[in-house]
T-cell receptor, first 115, second 112 residues
Framework: GAVVSQHPSRVICKSGTSVKIECRSL??????MFWYRQFPKQSLMLMAT?????????EQGVEKDKFLINHASLTLSTLTVTSAHPEDSSFYIC???????????FGQGTRLTVV | QQPVQSPQAVILREGEDAVINCSSS?????VHWYRQKHGEAPVFLMI?????EQKGHEKISASFNEKKQQSSLYLTASQLSYSGTYFC?????????????FGKGTSLLVTP
């Protein structure tokens, strides 16, 4: 299957700082990338959908100014958690797909801890 | 809009069968099934696009009903490696495009 690389896998940051997470499709061009947040033993909560070259579509309740998403190219999307607080600590995971009607491939996820 | 998944958890003996259901109150564009093992990324199993479609791979298959509001995943003659959490992902058409939302997951444990 296709490979999606997510970096970093783990990050610890101080409260008030910003953290950038990268999601790369290594062997295919992804027109759409999805960003999820997953709490322990819970489901994948969709945060936003990003299409290359256009603004991300955020789900209800997700703060656009806090979770900045950029999909600058067909192989890279970034999620920046701005002014992080301890309640932002979570597992963030991205997925990418070539086009509609095809499977989405997941990155390995990023464990964010805000202290 | 999150699909409703059932059951929440299943414990099977090796060789037994299981069915996991996924439903939505509105017609779906597609249904995706994934399996996630602890500490790992979800792995794609299959995607269904058409009402009435059935698809399978070895001993894991899935169906999508005619109204495209309900899908089931069938695990037959379960193996230890089937253990994990199964998620259905659903897509609906909306003004801003398509979004892939997941159910709460079904935890499956296969015991020897």
């Amino acid at each position: 299957g296709a490979v999606v690389s997510q970096h970093p896998s783990r990050v610890i940051c101080k409260s008030g700082t910003s953290v950038k997470i990268e999601c790369r499709s290594l062997d295919f061009q992804a027109t759409t990338m999805f960003w999820y947040r997953q709490f322990p033993k819970q489901s994948l909560m969709l945060m936003a959908t990003s299409n290359e070259g256009s603004k991300a579509t955020y789900e209800q309740g997700v703060e656009k100014d806090k979770f900045l998403i950029n999909h600058a190219s067909l192989t890279l999307s970034t999620l920046t958690v701005t002014s992080a607080h301890p309640e932002d600590s979570s597992f963030y995971i991205c997925s990418a797909r070539r086009i509609l009607n095809t499977e989405a491939f997941f990155g390995q996820g990023t464990r964010l801890t805000v202290v | 809009q999150q699909p409703v998944q059932s059951p929440q958890a299943v414990i099977l003996r090796e060789g037994e069968d299981a069915v996991i259901n996924c439903s939505s109150s509105k017609a779906l564009y597609s249904v995706h099934w994934y399996r996630q093992k602890h500490g790992e990324a979800p792995v794609f199993l299959m995607i269904l696009l058409k009402g009435g479609e059935q698809k399978g791979h070895e001993k894991i298959s899935a169906s999508f009903n005619e109204k495209k509001q309900q899908s089931s995943l069938y695990l037959t003659a379960s193996q230890l490696s089937y253990s994990g959490t199964y998620f259905c992902g659903t897509e609906m058409s909306r003004n801003s495009g398509y979004a892939l939302n997941f159910g709460k997951g079904t935890s499956l444990l296969v015991t020897p």
